[in-house]
């Protein structure tokens, strides 16, 4: 963090569209040159924010900044301070990747002595070398995230927003791109990036849990690791794990539980009592499971905990 | 308004058009298809009409009455009527749409009296085709009787003036030929413009909106000035491409003749294009599906330039409220300069009235045009 004024504030940030809300008085602030992760479920207003804060959308009540302008009353100084990739792929498939950047250069009105050089960066930042002149529908996923990428700083914006930019990337594409995010929040650009992979909340600063359009919880990943689920975390094994979830849905030691994977999560008041007593019912179930054993909780269960509903997955 | 953005959005559009194989069907078949459709479908001359001709009398006059339809060009003479065969049995067969019955008396009663009858029926289920058909062969029939009155008198002494008959020599103005090719031609290249225009620029905000990229689009600075003038701008050099196509088939190809000069067809038909495309580019932008506004494109121009225009259907003789609503259809005025142009060799001073008519809706298009799109997604 810094002393300098925050790249992005909002604050009471509201968007209805009619009767439903999908951003419910939001207050956000985000340091110049801080990377945060935007995560929570499908639908619960992330996009909309990120629409609200780019100035494609009018906030029906509170007020936002990006870069010191108002999104509400200068959406034009806000667009052309920020870079903006949307959740839907949004490069012209019939432009090749030249052509693509050309035109967003002439766009954002980069000086015409450095288009050649910073369209040659974001070819080569992009991994596109070589392919400069291919029709950009013909590539893969992970090529058009980068070039989407590359054209949304070609005019070196202080405030970026990315919104699910790795959906549909394979992992290896999808460090790639961090990677990128990275170097850029080091130069110090602001990075707000939406996403549902947990993986990747790791690589921010600092996550901001949204659910049902409200800022649930707000901090690093390492103080929302230690959040006070309210109890001790018990990890089990067991097949069939939809029966078994049920079941131990019913026991009254049981806060809460849920599936991980493979396994289940399961949230007592104390473990030391509560994991001979599970397993022992489980037996009398005839369900097979191994013993419970007590962990730290992930982000992923901390987020369980704060949304209580699972999570989707990509 | 950036210079820079507005040529960097008319370059990449313009490569759009060239790589989609549908605008370019648009912009380059469809005016050669249309011109061929309407220039040789489209025609209220009649040529080579079957008749009949019930010769009862087998004289001298029905011998030459025969010989003058066929020299007429109008009709052509269907000879296998016999007598005992009804005309409705013939009509009804198709074999004619007319029969003229030359009585068994007729030279007789023609010599006695001075005058003499000859009877035609006409199938009237085609009525326009039945009208210029019946009028033909009355003038046919009269031209033949009166040259034999003629003959009859000198041969029985009796002077012409006395049978009273009066001289009359039409000439017709601008379309000596009576050609209906010449007055339709020019109508047609209206409605092609009309039609590919807007089916052009229809697309072309909707295209943005149905493939994702005007999120992107509007994210950017790009003023909503620089999309429309941007996105105009390729498709008014096509239009313009189209018109020139449209203009040299009808000259060299259909014959139509061209009197007027080039500079007043060119500033009219680049108002008649800024209007069509302007009229695309809203409907694009109020309708975000591209078949939607497509379809409506289609609807909007089709139905009121075929119509309303006055390229087939002569706006005087309509009933006086559709009159005044024809006064609407942009594309009257267009076809009022086309034929004038073509035709009478009109220039700009004779022509203010259509040619201002078409400023006026090119500025308010425009205007609408530039105010109609939001760069917001709610």
């Known amino acids: 963090m810094t002393g300098a004024a925050p790249a992005v504030i909002a604050e009471g940030l509201t968007k209805r569209f009619g009767s439903f809300t999908a951003v419910d008085r939001l207050d956000l602030r985000i340091a110049t040159g801080e990377v945060v992760g935007f995560i929570g479920p499908n639908g619960a207003g992330k996009s909309t924010t990120i629409r609200l804060l780019c100035g494609l959308l009018r906030p029906s009540a509170g007020r936002a900044s990006v870069a010191g302008f108002d999104v509400a009353r200068q959406p034009e100084a806000v667009r052309a301070h920020i870079g903006y990739m949307s959740q839907k792929f949004s490069l012209y498939g019939d432009l090749t990747c ?7 250069a002439g766009i954002y009105l980069v000086p015409p002595q450095e288009t050649e050089e910073r369209i040659r960066f974001a070819i080569t930042m992009a991994g596109l070398d070589g392919r400069e002149d291919a029709l950009v529908r013909t590539l893969a996923g992970g090529w058009k995230q980068r070039l989407a990428l590359g054209c949304a700083i070609l005019h070196r914006p202080p405030v970026l927003f990315l919104d699910e930019p790795t959906s549909g990337v394979e992992p290896q594409a999808r460090r790639r791109f961090w990677d990128l995010i990275h170097h850029l929040a080091a130069d110090g650009v602001t990075i707000l990036v939406s996403t549902h992979y947990m993986d990747e909340a790791e690589y921010c600063n600092r996550i901001a849990l949204i659910d049902a359009g409200r800022l649930v919880a707000i901090g690093s990943p390492s103080e ?4 006070d689920l309210g109890g001790d975390l018990l990890e089990l094994a067991c097949a069939p794990l939809g029966a078994a979830l049920a079941a131990v849905r019913q026991l009254p030691d049981v806060l809460e539980a849920s599936i991980f994977g493979d396994k289940l999560h399961v949230l007592v008041h104390d473990s030391a009592s509560a994991a001979p007593r599970l397993q022992a019912s489980l037996q009398q179930l005839h369900l097979t499971a191994s013993p419970p054993r007590r962990i730290t909780p992930s ?16 | 308004m950036s210079i820079r953005r507005l040529l960097a959005m008319a370059y990449k559009e313009s490569l759009q058009i060239w790589r989609d194989p549908r605008s370019l069907a648009i912009a380059l078949l469809l005016p050669l298809i249309q011109m061929v459709l309407l220039g040789y479908g489209v025609s209220l001359d009649i040529k080579r009409v079957p008749l009949c001709i019930d010769d009862q009398e087998h004289s001298q006059f029905s011998r030459a009455l025969v010989e003058r339809f066929v020299a007429s060009g109008w009709f052509s003479v269907v000879h296998d009527l016999d007598t005992d065969r009804s005309i409705r049995d013939a009509m009804d067969h198709g074999t004619c749409i007319g029969v003229v019955t030359i009585p068994v008396d007729f030279s007789r009663v023609l010599a006695t009296t001075g005058s003499a009858g000859v009877q035609t029926v006409f199938d009237a289920t085609d009525v326009n085709t039945t009208n210029i058909a019946l009028g033909y062969a009355q003038g046919v029939i009269a031209q033949t009787t009166a040259d034999f009155a003629a003959q009859w008198a000198g041969r029985h002494g009796v002077r ?22 010449n007055f339709i031609i020019p109508g047609v290249i209206a409605v092609i413009l009309a039609l590919i225009g807007a089916q052009l620029t229809s697309l072309t905000i909707s295209r943005e909106w149905e ?19 941007g996105k ?5 050099f096509v239009g313009l491409f189209d018109a020139a196509f449209c203009l040299v088939a009808a000259i060299s190809w259909f014959d139509v003749p061209f009197r007027g000069d080039m500079a007043t067809l060119l500033a009219a038909t680049a108002l008649f294009t800024l209007v069509v495309l302007g009229i695309g580019y809203v409907i694009s932008v109020w309708i975000r599906s591209q078949l939607g506004a497509s379809q409506v494109a289609l609807l909007l121009t089709m139905v009121p330039v075929t119509m309303l225009s006055g390229y087939t259907f002569a706006i005087e003789q309509m009933p006086a409220p559709i009159q005044a609503l ?6 009257r005025y ?5 034929r004038a142009v073509f035709l009478k060799g009109s220039g700009i001073s004779d022509l203010m009235l259509p040619i201002l008519a078409l400023v006026l809706y090119a500025a308010a298009i425009v205007l609408i045009a530039a105010h109609a799109f939001r760069k917001r997604l709610d």
């Open chain 2, 211 to 229: 493939r994702g990229t005007m999120e992107q689009l509007i994210s950017t600075p790009v003023t909503a000035l620089e999309v429309m003038l």
């Open chain 1, 224 to 227: 929302l690791r230690r959040h």
């Open chain 2, 326 to 331: 024809s006064l609407l259809v942009y594309a």
């Open chain 2, 160 to 181: 012409r003036a006395t049978i009273g008959t009066v001289d009359y020599e039409p000439r017709v103005w601008f379309n000596e030929g009576l050609e209906s090719r």
């Open chain 1, 98 to 104: 030249r052509e693509n950047l050309l035109f967003f």
């Open chain 2, 232 to 236: 105009l701008i390729p498709y008014f």
């Open chain 1, 299 to 314: 982000l992923e269960d901390v987020f369980v905990k704060l949304v209580s509903r699972p999570m989707t997955q990509g």
């Open chain 2, 334 to 338: 267009y076809v009022t300069i086309l």
